[in-house]
């Protein structure tokens, strides 16, 4: 991973944005220290994140005794909506 200061990365920002698109990872730092990275981008769907949410509060509900009610949760979210 390439680490670039901050001053650099704003006057090689074009550059630095073609190497992320090109899948390198690029942390821009300050005064030496990580402040952030430039990575490239992936799409990544609603649907998806919200099913892998759902599937590791199904987990979670398990781990923490068993059941996990979801017409309790729907009720829940519907009690606002009259």
């Not at 649907?47 to 829940?76: L, N, P």
């Amino acid at each position: 991973m390439t680490e670039v200061g901050s001053f650099e990365a704003k006057n090689t920002l074009s550059a630095l944005l073609e190497r992320a698109e090109h899948g390198e990872e690029i942390v821009i730092t300050r005064r030496g220290r990580p402040v952030a990275k430039l990575v490239p981008y992936t799409e990544t769907g609603k649907r998806e994140r919200a099913e892998e949410a759902a599937r590791r509060i199904r987990e979670r509900a398990r781990a923490e005794g068993g059941y996990f009610d979801w017409e309790e949760w729907k009720a829940y979210r519907d009690a606002g909506r009259r």
